[in-house]
């Protein structure tokens, strides 16, 4: 067996990377700096992946350079102000003090840096299409300083053979022209990203992270630059393999999801049937099965968006991917059910329609996060508007403003509303889009006219009397 089957061979039976992997001089130096703390990490994108990241090398003591276009994001950075709830202030004033951690908005001085994490945006296009220009743009930016001993590992969430056919070219042309060598000279990897902003038990260090190099030098020294962070790191045979695997973790969220979300619509119309119980039931089976809840709808930047990049891709080699078509169909209506479930809760109380006030209990798209994007808040109150109701407000603690995108490319201001009792009372419905851990069930419950719950945040309130009051998404109200 040779160098590159063993290579595979071993990689695609435990993601182990032989450590005897044959290195050039400036892998050898790269690899040594990482393991002496002593190689400058370089982030480009400070968001929601990006900082994290960041912060989490400048904790183990990395210099680390956040590269960000947004100045606004830089200048607050370097003021010590950290702009993301999942992360603590107090960490990131320390480290921007400490001179570990510190941003700027150009590429100018990248040549110092020796592991670049790409944690660009991946969106779509008007038509559902993969946008890779932040990607191409950030690749372009750090092409330009490209000198030896230097790792690129994207870290964005894309179709198979972005890291190949997309960032190896730009970084290719310029490496061409400075005589340097893929996988001797400079390295390149992909490895996507797993974090869970709200979630507290799994974070960066203790998750696992996949990675997959250009070449087993790339893999190597990626798998080494991430284990200074990360527990555990597997490794595979190439980037399109890491990038597949990401669009799979997301792919089967989004299937799972559009399941229960048909099955908890058909509880509905057998009725005395709840999709929560059911799930809850079916969860007492220790093998086999996983426990996936209905929902308003799909949010975030991933979930609603990867996998169109797979679509995409699979078009391209004349493939239909159904399960993506068939569940993101599901996933995208919900938000109209839900509309159809506040048109019902309303209809049972003395209002007309028109003269309807509805008060929107969160707008992030998961709980216990800021992040608003692509959250099912906004298309639930588009349709509201568009049945005629004029008077909606929201409440969420972690959302100061909220706009909803209308058709046309208009942005309209939804006023915000202080959760109050008195607030509850004065809507005709409320409807929980968002179970942040800040609402209290019991009051809402008590002092709200009608309730549609889509997140089974009120399981706790029993009374028989304010159940009357609920629906549930799901629940088996007929
Ligand atoms: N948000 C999540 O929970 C999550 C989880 C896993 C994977 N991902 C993936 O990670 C990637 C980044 O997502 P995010 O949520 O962090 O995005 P984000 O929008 O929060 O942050 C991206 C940042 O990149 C900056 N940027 C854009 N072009 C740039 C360039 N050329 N140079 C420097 N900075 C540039 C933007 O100004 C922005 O601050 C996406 O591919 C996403 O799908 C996100």
């Keep these: 067996m040779d160098f590159d089957t063993a290579f595979a061979s071993s990689l695609a039976t435990n993601g182990a990377v032989p450590e005897d992997v044959d290195q050039s001089p400036a892998a050898q130096q790269l690899a040594r700096r990482l393991e002496t703390k002593t190689a400058t990490i370089g982030v480009v994108g400070l968001g929601y992946v990006g900082l994290p990241l960041a912060v989490e090398y400048a904790d183990q003591g990395f210099s680390t350079i956040g590269i960000d276009l947004d100045e606004e994001r830089v200048g ?9 709830d999942d992360l603590d202030d107090a960490r990131v004033r320390c480290l921007v003090q400490d001179e570990v951690l510190e941003s700027t908005a150009t590429y100018a001085d990248s040549g110092d840096i020796d592991v670049f994490f790409i944690c660009v945006p991946t969106p779509v296009t008007d038509t559902n299409e993969p946008d890779t220009s932040y990607i191409e743009g950030a690749t372009a930016s750090i092409a330009e300083h490209l000198r030896p001993g230097q790792l690129v590992v994207l870290k964005s969430t894309t179709y198979p053979d972005t890291t190949g056919g997309v960032v190896q070219p730009i970084l290719e042309e310029a490496a061409q022209k400075k005589g340097l060598t893929l996988g001797e000279d400079y ?37 080494k630059a991430l284990e200074q962070i990360v527990s555990e790191v597997h490794a595979v045979s190439n980037p399109k393999v890491s990038e597949m695997e990401k669009l799979l973790e997301n792919i089967f969220r989004s299937v799972n999801i559009a399941l229960v979300n048909e099955l908890a619509q058909l509880c509905d119309r057998i009725g005395e049937v709840s999709m929560w119980e059911v799930v809850q039931a079916a969860s007492t089976k220790p093998f086999g099965f996983m426990p996936f809840y209905p929902g308003p709808g799909l949010g975030g930047h991933c979930i609603p968006i990867d996998p169109h990049y797979l679509s995409w891709l699979a078009r391209k080699h004349d493939f239909e991917t159904s399960f993506i078509t068939l569940s993101a169909r599901i996933n995208e209506g919900m938000p109209f059910y839900v509309a159809e479930s506040i048109i019902e809760a309303i209809a049972r109380q003395p209002v007309q329609l028109s003269n309807a006030s509805v008060l929107v209990l969160g707008v992030a798209f998961k709980r216990n996060v800021d992040d608003t994007r692509h959250s099912p808040a906004g298309p639930i109150i588009r349709q509201l ?3 005629g109701i004029d008077t909606i407000r929201y409440h969420d603690p972690h959302v100061p403003e909220y706009h909803v995108n209308g058709t046309e490319q208009t942005t309209m201001d939804v006023p915000r509303a202080e959760l109050t009792p008195e607030t509850l009372e004065a809507h005709d419905a409320t409807v929980i889009v968002t179970d942040h851990d800040a609402f209290d069930s019991h009051v809402i419950a008590e002092r709200a006219n009608a309730i549609v719950d889509t997140r089974n945040a009120l399981e706790e309130v029993t009374d028989p009397a304010l159940r009357d009051k609920i629906i549930l998404l799901g629940g088996g109200d007929e």
Excluded: M, W
């Excluded at 998750?207 to 020294?221: F, K, Y």
């Design 187 to 223: 390295f390149l990897a992909h490895s996507p990203e797993r974090i869970d902003p709200g979630n507290e038990e799994y974070t960066t260090a203790n998750t696992p992270i996949v990675a997959g190099g250009v070449t087993e030098a790339c893999t190597h020294l990626t798998k």
């Design 385 to 387: 508007q568009e049945k």
């Design 76 to 84: 607050q950075l370097n003021a010590g102000d950290n702009y993301l």
